[in-house]
């Protein structure tokens, strides 16, 4: 009973981070550009962080055939591959291209992505507390600039600013379906064998082929300082969780 709380009060935080467009309303888009780079390479170091640190390992105790995890992994990364590539479009890529296309894709490909999250949570926790709540930060600190950006485009697309929000709200919902589908899914069979080196891969893709290249958009000297700071600290946060939890 205390699993579900606490995965049940972490996917609702999770999801209530679809309200963060609010605090951007009106802010210039210059410094909006700067303080989502920060998010993006915060959340790029939380996210290997959590990959090596804390999932892995996990799996890896676990799971006596290190190749079985691994091969979970691999299935992570080219689900996450499929999903982003014929699901999550980000952008309107057509000059004429139809409102509803790109906007209803968008919150089409964010629902799944949100289950997918809830899924992982919900595993996670119900191996331990320290796992769950690592990788709950791990997903808060994607979803923030993940957030931000679906705000811009849901706005970008032609709705309004509280309707943006609501539906974005209503995807990021999604996450407590998929904890709660998981959870009770665990006691029938050990789901979580499967979904933590998965999430793993997961990680490890968004990182990698989504948050980093953005930061390659910004070359300056300064800026590129500041982006391996932020994504060191990422990863040190994931490692101090790790040493807290094990003390």
Request: glycine share 8%; net charge negative; hydrophobic share 55%.
């Amino acid at each position: 009973m205390n699993d579900l709380i606490a995965i049940l009060a972490s996917v609702t935080a999770v999801s209530l981070i679809a309200f963060i467009g609010i605090i951007f309303i009106g802010l210039r888009e210059d410094k909006l550009k700067r303080v989502t780079m920060i998010l993006v390479g915060f959340a790029s170091g939380t996210l290997i962080g959590g990959a090596f640190l804390h999932l892995l390992p996990e799996s890896l105790t676990r799971q006596n055939d290190a190749t079985t995890v691994f091969w979970y992994v691999i299935v992570g990364i080219v689900s996450f591959f499929a999903l982003e590539k014929f699901l999550y479009w980000r952008h309107c890529h057509q000059k004429e291209c139809l409102t509803h296309t790109f906007v209803y894709l968008n919150l089409i490909g964010d629902g799944i992505h949100n289950f997918i999250d809830g899924m992982v949570i919900a595993a996670t926790f119900t191996i331990s507390f320290e796992l769950g709540f690592a990788t709950t930060l791990a997903v808060i600190f994607h979803e923030v600039p993940q957030e931000i950006g679906d705000f811009g485009v849901l706005v970008y697309g032609g709705l309004g600013s509280e309707k943006a929000l609501t539906y974005n709200f209503i995807s990021a919902i999604t996450a407590i379906l998929g904890a709660l589908a998981t959870y009770f899914l665990v006691y029938l069979r050990s789901i979580e064998t499967l979904l933590v080196p998965f999430a793993a891969g997961g990680f490890l893709y968004i990182a990698a082929t989504d948050l980093m290249p953005e930061l390659h958009k910004k070359s300056h000297a300064n800026e590129s300082i500041i982006q391996l700071i932020v994504i060191l600290l990422g990863i040190g946060l994931m490692a101090f969780l790790k040493i807290i939890f094990e003390a």
